[in-house]
């Protein structure tokens, strides 16, 4: 899972891509960094290390997300740079960096709703482009109706200043659109950088009507404290933590409400050589959960061999649930749930 932080400068985004990866990227060099930073973080999960207790693998591997830090535009009426918006359609999510704290480098106050209403119409203008050009070449090809008709239905609602996450495409219609990679069809999280003092306020009524009819997901973080926080040795984030008030680490809370926004879940594989999480659409069937693992088990699938976690951890593992009758054997179609332990049997 790939996901960029994107937002104008000076909203803190490089303090969050910090707070979030426990690196230490530099602060404030949005003026000449004109490349994205990239670090890869391992989503916590202590069901791993529970699995791990009972099987005693070699290596325990968690699922990964990437963060990617792109920088802002120069000047806010230049949009957004070539460089990035090529990057950020390799995303499978942006996380946009809302500053919420007084900064006195800032040329202007901080405006949450302005800055959110201005990146929604980057994203607007970038995905017109693409569509207006696309469309221009149309006009020179013949066999391209459907593509040409529902390109057409896009432009008219980008023209509506709406974003194409808001409207439902058929399975054939994404099909041609997941090509171009639409940047206001990508899921948008709202990461509202606030002041320590600030943190467990409640949002203000622009933006809290803003988020509900935009229908996006809102996370508040204290970027510059967090930043800090996750500098620290594990043992000693904790306490931290709960002076803050809080019970989890920005890290774990941001993984959550990406999980959450991208309709993602885990299923486990365990064994001698390794205990590890896998990320799979809730909705995946067993057939398409084998092929996350290698395309020969997907290709070859005879069975799922499935026992829920819960099981696994109270019949301490495989043999004890085959021994009570908790493994249960599934065939392709099956939807596979969060926390199943899987077997997967196959022939190539």
Request: with cysteine; hydrophobic share 40%; proline share 5%.
């Given at each position: 899972?790939?996901?960029?932080?994107?937002?104008?400068?000076?909203?803190?985004?490089?303090?969050?891509?910090?707070?979030?990866?426990?690196?230490?990227?530099?602060?404030?060099?949005?003026d000449k960094k004109r490349e994205a930073s990239i670090a890869v973080v391992k989503v916590p999960d202590p069901r791993v290390d529970a699995l791990a207790e009972i099987v005693h693998?070699?290596?325990?591997?968690?699922?990964?997300?990437?963060?990617?830090?792109?920088?802002?535009?120069?000047?806010?009426?230049?949009?957004?740079?070539?460089?990035?918006?090529?990057?950020?359609?390799?995303?499978?999510?942006?996380?946009?960096?809302?500053?919420?704290?007084?900064?006195?480098?800032?040329?202007?106050?901080?405006?949450?709703?302005?800055?959110?209403?201005?990146?929604?119409?980057?994203?607007?203008?970038?995905?017109?482009?693409?569509?207006?050009?696309?469309?221009?070449?149309?006009?020179?090809?013949?066999?391209?109706?459907?593509?040409?008709?529902?390109?057409?239905?896009?432009?008219?609602?980008?023209?509506?200043?709406?974003?194409?996450?808001?409207?439902?495409?058929?399975?054939?219609?994404?099909?041609?659109?997941?090509?171009?990679?639409?940047?206001?069809?990508?899921?948008?999280?709202?990461?509202?950088?606030?002041?320590?003092?600030?943190?467990?306020?409640?949002?203000?009524?622009?933006?809290?009507?803003?988020?509900?009819?935009?229908?996006?997901?809102?996370?508040?973080?204290?970027?510059?404290?967090?930043?800090?926080?996750?500098?620290?040795?594990?043992?000693?984030?904790?306490?931290?933590?709960?002076?803050?008030?809080?019970?989890?680490?920005?890290?774990?809370?941001?993984?959550?409400?990406?999980?959450?926004?991208?309709?993602?879940?885990?299923?486990?594989?365990?064994?001698?050589?390794?205990?590890?999480?896998?990320?799979?659409?809730?909705?995946?069937?067993?057939?398409?959960?084998?092929?996350?693992?290698?395309?020969?088990?997907?290709?070859?699938?005879?069975?799922?061999?499935?026992?829920?976690?819960?099981?696994?951890?109270?019949?301490?593992?495989?043999?004890?649930?085959?021994?009570?009758?908790?493994?249960?054997?599934?065939?392709?179609?099956?939807?596979?749930?969060?926390?199943?332990?899987?077997?997967?049997?196959?022939?190539?």
């Amino acid at each position: 899972m790939k996901v960029g932080l994107v937002g104008f400068a000076r909203a803190g985004k490089t303090t969050i891509f910090n707070a979030l990866t426990g690196l230490s990227a530099e602060v404030g060099s949005f003026d000449k960094k004109r490349e994205a930073s990239i670090a890869v973080v391992k989503v916590p999960d202590p069901r791993v290390d529970a699995l791990a207790e009972i099987v005693h693998p070699e290596q325990k591997k968690y699922a990964e997300v990437t963060f990617l830090d792109f920088p802002p535009p120069e000047e806010r009426k230049v949009g957004l740079e070539t460089e990035a918006l090529v990057q950020m359609r390799e995303c499978d999510a942006l996380a946009q960096v809302v500053r919420a704290f007084d900064d006195p480098l800032a040329p202007t106050p901080p405006d949450p709703l302005r800055d959110l209403r201005a990146f929604h119409a980057e994203l607007i203008l970038a995905d017109l482009a693409v569509v207006e050009k696309r469309l221009e070449r149309l006009k020179k090809e013949k066999g391209k109706e459907r593509e040409q008709e529902l390109l057409e239905k896009c432009l008219t609602i980008l023209e509506e200043e709406k974003p194409l996450r808001q409207t439902s495409f058929l399975p054939g219609e994404q099909a041609i659109l997941s090509g171009f990679a639409f940047l206001s069809q990508k899921p948008l999280l709202v990461v509202y950088n606030l002041a320590e003092s600030a943190l467990h306020e409640p949002f203000s009524a622009s933006i809290r009507e803003y988020i509900t009819n935009e229908g996006l997901s809102i996370v508040p973080i204290c970027g510059k404290v967090e930043m800090e926080i996750a500098q620290l040795e594990e043992e000693e984030r904790g306490a931290f933590l709960a002076d803050l008030g809080l019970t989890e680490s920005a890290r774990d809370r941001f993984i959550q409400q990406t999980y959450a926004l991208l309709n993602l879940m885990s299923f486990f594989t365990a064994g001698p050589t390794e205990a590890r999480a896998w990320t799979i659409t809730r909705g995946t069937t067993a057939v398409k959960a084998a092929g996350k693992i290698h395309s020969d088990i997907e290709r070859g699938f005879i069975r799922a061999e499935v026992i829920t976690y819960e099981d696994y951890l109270r019949y301490r593992g495989e043999t004890g649930c085959r021994e009570v009758g908790k493994m249960r054997l599934e065939g392709k179609d099956y939807v596979v749930q969060d926390g199943d332990v899987v077997h997967f049997r196959f022939k190539v």
